[in-house]
């Protein structure tokens, strides 16, 4: 079966002011790929996938989810935002409702779900994320990494196409990253599509299908994580994984 990828990127140029950020990105995530994008700071990395549901805007190329092209038209971006679920370093729950009500935001105000199915579906989510008992608690009660499975239950319980990460474990203290890296890496083995900004080399390597260079605005390399890790062809990609390795 020759599916369309689930997202599409072609001759991505974005500008802010004079600075030129991406330079003709063209990248493809296939259904249930694991992409990571991984790169040095001020790379990109972070524009480019908010470019894929509209947090920033663009000047030049296209984006297509699902075939679907994402442009400025407000009811467009409102549905497109529906089916791309997006988890960032900082969780932004909201600090004035509990953990269920964080997840049945989306499926109540977006989707238009009754109050008691939302809860249905959202109590299965925060059960994949291991939060079950929690659904009471307040933000402000939880470690960064029950936080950030909330976050992530949040996004599912959208039941978006394909779930974008920046960065997920950055802000956390180390001994927390794990829980959510263990959380993304069953959601990877139950065929979510994902597109992964990390630092986390070991996950990369272990949960990706593909792994993306970016340098300054380009994707300059990409290939499977052993090929990237192992032997990356360009000398840029080298001096960049010796730092970090
Ligand atoms: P990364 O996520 O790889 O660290 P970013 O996408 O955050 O990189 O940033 C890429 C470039 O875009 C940097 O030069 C950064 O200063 C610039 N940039 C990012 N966001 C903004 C913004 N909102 N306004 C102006 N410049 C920005
Ligand atoms: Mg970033």
Same mark, same amino acid.
């Given at each position: 079966?020759?599916?369309?990828?689930?997202?599409?990127?072609?001759?991505?140029?974005?500008?802010?002011?004079?600075?030129?950020?991406?330079?003709?990105?063209?990248?493809?995530?296939?259904?249930?790929?694991?992409?990571?994008?991984?790169?040095?700071?001020?790379?990109?990395?972070?524009?480019?996938?908010?470019?894929?549901?509209?947090?920033?805007?663009?000047?030049?190329?296209?984006?297509?989810?699902?075939?679907? @092209?994402?442009? $400025?038209?407000?009811?467009?971006?409102? %549905?497109?935002? +529906?089916?791309? /679920? #997006?988890?960032?370093?900082?969780?932004?729950?909201?600090?004035?409702?509990?953990?269920?009500?964080?997840?049945?935001?989306?499926?109540?105000?977006?989707?238009?779900?009754?109050?008691?199915?939302?809860?249905?579906?959202?109590?299965?989510?925060?059960?994949?994320?291991?939060?079950?008992?929690?659904?009471?608690?307040?933000?402000?009660?939880?470690?960064?990494?029950?936080?950030?499975?909330?976050?992530?239950?949040?996004?599912?319980?959208?039941?978006?196409?394909?779930?974008?990460?920046?960065?997920?474990?950055?802000?956390?203290?180390? @001994?927390?990253? $794990?829980?959510?890296?263990?959380?993304? %890496?069953?959601? +990877?083995?139950? /065929? #979510?599509?994902?597109?992964?900004?990390?630092?986390?080399?070991?996950?990369?390597?272990?949960?990706?299908?593909?792994?993306?260079?970016?340098?300054?605005?380009?994707?300059?390399?990409?290939?499977?994580?052993?090929?990237?890790?192992?032997?990356?062809?360009?000398?840029?990609?080298?001096?960049?994984?010796?730092?970090?390795?």
């Amino acid at each position: 079966m020759n599916q369309d990828p689930v997202i599409e990127i072609s001759g991505l140029n974005k500008w802010f002011g004079d600075n030129h950020v991406l330079k003709g990105i063209d990248l493809d995530v296939e259904d249930s790929e694991v992409l990571c994008v991984i790169g040095a700071s001020g790379s990109g990395k972070s524009t480019l996938l908010r470019c894929v549901n509209y947090l920033e805007t663009f000047q030049e190329g296209s984006v297509k989810i699902k075939g679907w @092209e994402v442009t $400025g038209d407000e009811k467009r971006i409102n %549905k497109l935002r +529906a089916r791309v /679920g #997006m988890v960032f370093q900082h969780f932004n729950l909201f600090p004035h409702m509990t953990v269920l009500g964080n997840v049945i935001e989306g499926p109540t105000q977006v989707r238009g779900m009754k109050k008691k199915d939302a809860k249905d579906l959202g109590r299965l989510f925060l059960e994949k994320v291991g939060l079950s008992d929690k659904e009471d608690a307040y933000p402000n009660l939880l470690s960064g990494g029950q936080k950030q499975r909330v976050a992530i239950a949040r996004a599912l319980a959208m039941e978006p196409d394909v779930m974008l990460f920046d960065e997920p474990t950055s802000a956390l203290d180390p @001994e927390l990253v $794990g829980e959510v890296l263990t959380v993304m %890496k069953e959601l +990877a083995e139950d /065929g #979510m599509t994902m597109m992964i900004v990390t630092h986390e080399m070991g996950f990369a390597r272990e949960v990706a299908d593909t792994v993306a260079f970016m340098d300054e605005g380009v994707i300059l390399e990409k290939d499977a994580p052993s090929a990237m890790f192992d032997m990356p062809a360009e000398p840029r990609t080298q001096e960049f994984l010796s730092q970090i390795l």
